[in-house]
């Protein structure tokens, strides 16, 4: 960072893991960006100047034709013709805020005011006065040891009556050459399918109105140079990290601007501020880089720097729910228990169906204690079992939902969010309840914490089956969707309070909810309910954006996948999970011995590897061959490699070419071996016969990437591993 810290600074330069961020401050005006992207390196401050110099425009005679700055919460008094970042008013009054002065001030960790906190960050404060308006408005810019840049703002109400914020969305803008918007999409099951298209003028708006990002969340929104992948181009995005109702949006402004943002969707009423209180808005991610491989990287180097960033190793997980669903039978899971204990599985997870009236998915929820006929011993026979054979024990709760046929809502219809039309329409049967009343949220909070006490749960498996439609406070009749999101984080961070250890993974019927917000509380998300090994492809890639592999629950399921129907090679299965948190979730009670065999190797090979696919960068290839795959993880000191070659759609039965092996350390020279080759199902082999396959290569860590080797012919759903180990 250079330059002084004080309201009178014209340029700020941040510097922090390979990103520059350099600011326009004003006294009258919220900081600008003048750049966001590759480390500009020691910049002196005349050259700063000069910066700013250069950007100056032309004359005109209105600055309304062209802004020469936009800035991070962009006012339509500065002359900005877009989408204001903060739209609200008081009682129709005080809509367009205009700041009488802004002060600026910088801080390094670990100077006066700013411990040095995990995140080695560097903080630039700004706080705009609007006397008239009587409002502060506050932002701050955060640029992450990892170069992630963290952004929100706050408005707090300095006058005497209400103010209402409508809308608070900070925005990054990106340059010219961002010429290609890449987001996700989806559905239950499906989700994270990438969709891309030009960054033409107008919005491209992605909302969620849910409750929740949702199945179809845009989870990142980037703009990169046109045809950008993931190790070529550059690309610009942003990530929201809050677990409601959200918008994440870029414009393209006629004005020459184009700009990343994102905020809350809020329900009326939600952003109204009392005197002397505020409203925040959630922390906007923004990242770059030359491809979405360094994009991610910094999110990921992020996350593991967390201090609640789970680093014991991440245990092998059996999860009983499409092995047994609701049937729920103590000998047959004590088997189940039997078996997964065998194979070397870590942590038994007992799914949905084991509490009060729990037969189906109709009734039940919110009915905290364990279902008297199935369980007349209560869960202790299983947990004993779980916990004698050397595993760790974990429960499914939906604590955030009640279904209408429960004890619960019949005593308390009023906990149930709901408006003058009553609790609006169930999904799955269920409603939501309202965490945002202090008796509901201690009953909950309470019911759950003593049966993690009770049992020794070490893992609570969290699930979300409701989207919050229809959700207000019973006696208030006000929305409550923004105070439901809130109050979810504070229960999840209390159980994790009372209970030293317990690990929480967001479920959401997949892959609904894996924002930053909820991963401040989550140790591993549900990617998807659909675990098709085939499938898992695509969601670990996009999952991954954001989050690392050890944060990304894969399940090896049954040999035909109960949501597709696909039939896959349980090594194909299996060598698909591998690279994220493995699992099983499939009744190996009817597995073949064979089978059990083949799954064993696996968890074995997943123990041996999960140092390294945990702790190490995430590299993916484009491959100019559709339906081929290349995924891997490269240990940090770049001493050895695991690549994953996968063909997901028939692509040719001749040799596809050669094969670059990304992100290995150009000088070394690394031994090249394929460390398994698996099977399609049927038997199909997967036998590579090139070379350097049966033999192994020797070869530079310039040559894998810009060379490579020659690719094996592969069938449909079949993969094969590939290790570099430096030598
Ligand atoms: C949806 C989850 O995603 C599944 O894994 C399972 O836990 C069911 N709910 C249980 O009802």
Same mark, same amino acid.
């Given at each position: 960072?250079?330059?002084?810290?004080?309201?009178?600074?014209?340029?700020?330069?941040?510097?922090?893991?390979?990103?520059?961020?350099?600011?326009?401050?004003?006294?009258?005006?919220?900081?600008?960006?003048?750049?966001?992207?590759?480390?500009?390196?020691?910049?002196?401050?005349?050259?700063?100047?000069?910066?700013?110099?250069?950007?100056?425009?032309?004359?005109?005679?209105?600055?309304?034709?062209?802004?020469?700055?936009?800035?991070?919460?962009?006012?339509?008094?500065?002359?900005?013709?877009?989408?204001?970042?903060?739209? /609200?008013? !008081?009682? $129709? &009054?005080? *809509?367009? #805020?205009?700041?009488?002065?802004?002060?600026?001030? +910088?801080?390094? %960790?670990?100077?006066?005011?700013?411990?040095?906190?995990?995140?080695?960050?560097?903080?630039?404060?700004?706080?705009?006065?609007?006397?008239?308006?009587?409002?502060?408005?506050?932002?701050?810019?955060?640029?992450?040891?990892?170069?992630?840049?963290?952004?929100?703002?706050?408005?707090?109400?300095?006058?005497?009556?209400?103010?209402?914020?409508?809308?608070?969305?900070?925005?990054?803008?990106?340059?010219?050459?961002?010429?290609?918007?890449?987001?996700?999409?989806?559905?239950?099951?499906?989700?994270?399918?990438?969709?891309?298209?030009?960054?033409?003028?107008?919005?491209?708006?992605?909302?969620?109105?849910?409750?929740?990002?949702?199945?179809?969340?845009?989870?990142?929104?980037?703009?990169?140079?046109?045809?950008? /992948?993931? !190790?070529? $181009? &550059?690309? *610009?995005? #942003?990530?929201?990290?809050?677990?409601?109702?959200? +918008?994440?949006? %870029?414009?393209?402004?006629?004005?020459?601007?184009?700009?990343?943002?994102?905020?809350?969707?809020?329900?009326?009423?939600?952003?109204?501020?009392?005197?002397?209180?505020?409203?925040?808005?959630?922390?906007?991610?923004?990242?770059?880089?030359?491809?979405?491989?360094?994009?991610?990287?910094?999110?990921?180097?992020?996350?593991?720097?967390?201090?609640?960033?789970?680093?014991?190793?991440?245990?092998?997980?059996?999860?009983?729910?499409?092995?047994?669903?609701?049937?729920?039978?103590?000998?047959?899971?004590?088997?189940?228990?039997?078996?997964?204990?065998?194979?070397?599985?870590?942590?038994?997870?007992?799914?949905?169906?084991?509490?009060?009236?729990?037969?189906?998915?109709?009734?039940?929820?919110?009915?905290?204690?364990?279902?008297?006929?199935?369980?007349?011993?209560?869960?202790?026979?299983?947990?004993?079992?779980?916990?004698?054979?050397?595993?760790?024990?974990?429960?499914?709760?939906?604590?955030?939902?009640?279904?209408?046929?429960?004890?619960?809502?019949?005593?308390?219809?009023?906990?149930?969010?709901?408006?003058?039309?009553?609790?609006?329409?169930?999904?799955?049967?269920?409603?939501?309840?309202?965490?945002?009343?202090?008796?509901?949220?201690?009953?909950?909070?309470?019911?759950?914490?003593?049966?993690?006490?009770?049992?020794?749960?070490?893992?609570?498996?969290?699930?979300?089956?409701?989207?919050?439609?229809?959700?207000?406070?019973?006696?208030?009749?006000?929305?409550?969707?923004?105070?439901?999101?809130?109050?979810?984080?504070?229960?999840?961070?209390?159980?994790?309070?009372?209970?030293?250890?317990?690990?929480?993974?967001?479920?959401?019927?997949?892959?609904?909810?894996?924002?930053?917000?909820?991963?401040?509380?989550?140790?591993?998300?549900?990617?998807?309910?659909?675990?098709?090994?085939?499938?898992?492809?695509?969601?670990?890639?996009?999952?991954?954006?954001?989050?690392?592999?050890?944060?990304?629950?894969?399940?090896?399921?049954?040999?035909?996948?109960?949501?597709?129907?696909?039939?896959?090679?349980?090594?194909?299965?299996?060598?698909?999970?591998?690279?994220?948190?493995?699992?099983?979730?499939?009744?190996?009670?009817?597995?073949?011995?064979?089978?059990?065999?083949?799954?064993?190797?696996?968890?074995?090979?997943?123990?041996?590897?999960?140092?390294?696919?945990?702790?190490?960068?995430?590299?993916?290839?484009?491959?100019?061959?559709?339906?081929?795959?290349?995924?891997?993880?490269?240990?940090?000191?770049?001493?050895?490699?695991?690549?994953?070659?996968?063909?997901?759609?028939?692509?040719?039965?001749?040799?596809?070419?050669?094969?670059?092996?990304?992100?290995?350390?150009?000088?070394?020279?690394?031994?090249?071996?394929?460390?398994?080759?698996?099977?399609?199902?049927?038997?199909?082999?997967?036998?590579?016969?090139?070379?350097?396959?049966?033999?192994?290569?020797?070869?530079?860590?310039?040559?894998?990437?810009?060379?490579?080797?020659?690719?094996?012919?592969?069938?449909?759903?079949?993969?094969?591993?590939?290790?570099?180990?430096?030598?």
């Amino acid at each position: 960072m250079t330059g002084p810290q004080e309201a009178a600074t014209r340029v700020v330069h941040l510097r922090r893991g390979g990103t520059s961020v350099v600011l326009r401050l004003d006294p009258e005006v919220l900081p600008c960006v003048l750049h966001w992207g590759s480390d500009l390196g020691d910049v002196r401050a005349s050259e700063l100047d000069g910066l700013l110099l250069a950007a100056r425009l032309p004359e005109s005679d209105s600055v309304m034709y062209r802004q020469e700055a936009v800035s991070i919460l962009p006012q339509h008094s500065t002359g900005w013709l877009g989408r204001p970042g903060l739209l /609200g008013s !008081r009682d $129709g &009054t005080a *809509w367009s #805020v205009a700041f009488e002065h802004v002060t600026h001030r +910088v801080d390094e %960790a670990g100077t006066d005011g700013w411990p040095d906190g995990p995140d080695g960050a560097a903080r630039l404060v700004s706080i705009g006065t609007d006397h008239a308006c009587k409002l502060l408005v506050t932002t701050e810019l955060r640029l992450l040891a990892s170069g992630l840049v963290a952004l929100r703002a706050t408005v707090t109400n300095e006058g005497a009556d209400r103010y209402e914020v409508n809308h608070l969305e900070p925005a990054l803008p990106v340059p010219d050459a961002a010429q290609e918007l890449l987001d996700m999409t989806g559905a239950h099951a499906h989700e994270r399918v990438p969709q891309r298209h030009r960054f033409e003028a107008g919005q491209w708006m992605r909302e969620a109105w849910g409750g929740r990002p949702g199945h179809d969340s845009a989870t990142v929104l980037c703009a990169g140079t046109e045809g950008f /992948g993931f !190790r070529r $181009g &550059t690309v *610009w995005g #942003v990530h929201l990290g809050w677990s409601g109702n959200q +918008v994440l949006s %870029a414009e393209r402004h006629t004005a020459g601007w184009r700009l990343l943002r994102g905020g809350e969707r809020l329900l009326p009423d939600e952003g109204t501020i009392a005197p002397g209180t505020s409203y925040s808005s959630p922390w906007l991610y923004g990242s770059w880089g030359r491809g979405l491989d360094e994009f991610s990287a910094r999110f990921h180097e992020y996350l593991r720097a967390r201090p609640q960033h789970p680093t014991s190793p991440r245990p092998v997980v059996l999860n009983t729910w499409e092995a047994v669903y609701f049937d729920h039978d103590l000998p047959k899971l004590l088997e189940l228990a039997e078996a997964a204990a065998a194979l070397g599985v870590e942590r038994f997870v007992l799914d949905d169906g084991w509490f009060h009236a729990r037969r189906d998915d109709t009734a039940g929820l919110g009915d905290w204690h364990v279902d008297e006929d199935v369980w007349p011993d209560g869960l202790n026979p299983l947990v004993d079992r779980v916990h004698a054979l050397g595993m760790e024990f974990g429960l499914w709760v939906e604590p955030e939902m009640v279904n209408l046929d429960s004890d619960l809502a019949r005593a308390h219809p009023d906990w149930v969010l709901q408006t003058e039309h009553g609790p609006g329409l169930p999904a799955r049967h269920q409603h939501v309840l309202d965490l945002g009343n202090p008796d509901a949220f201690a009953h909950v909070v309470d019911l759950i914490s003593g049966l993690v006490k009770q049992y020794g749960v070490a893992y609570l498996k969290w699930d979300h089956n409701r989207p919050l439609v229809d959700a207000g406070h019973a006696r208030t009749g006000r929305p409550s969707v923004h105070a439901q999101t809130a109050a979810t984080y504070r229960m999840m961070a209390e159980l994790k309070d009372r209970h030293d250890g317990l690990e929480i993974e967001s479920c959401c019927a997949g892959g609904g909810r894996l924002d930053l917000g909820i991963m401040e509380y989550a140790d591993r998300v549900w990617v998807s309910d659909c675990i098709d090994a085939h499938e898992l492809h695509r969601l670990l890639r996009w999952t991954g954006l954001t989050l690392p592999r050890e944060l990304l629950g894969t399940h090896v399921g049954a040999p035909t996948d109960h949501t597709t129907g696909r039939r896959l090679s349980l090594d194909f299965r299996a060598g698909s999970a591998l690279f994220g948190h493995f699992g099983v979730e499939w009744d190996l009670t009817a597995a073949e011995s064979g089978e059990l065999d083949q799954l064993r190797t696996w968890i074995d090979r997943y123990k041996q590897e999960r140092t390294l696919l945990h702790t190490g960068t995430v590299v993916n290839a484009d491959l100019d061959v559709p339906g081929l795959e290349l995924t891997g993880v490269v240990a940090r000191d770049r001493g050895e490699a695991l690549y994953r070659l996968s063909a997901l759609e028939h692509t040719v039965t001749t040799p596809p070419g050669r094969l670059q092996l990304p992100g290995l350390d150009p000088d070394r020279l690394y031994l090249v071996t394929c460390a398994a080759t698996t099977h399609a199902p049927d038997g199909v082999g997967v036998r590579p016969t090139m070379p350097w396959a049966r033999e192994g290569v020797r070869m530079t860590g310039r040559l894998l990437e810009q060379v490579g080797v020659q690719a094996p012919a592969l069938p449909v759903d079949a993969l094969v591993l590939i290790r570099a180990t430096a030598i």
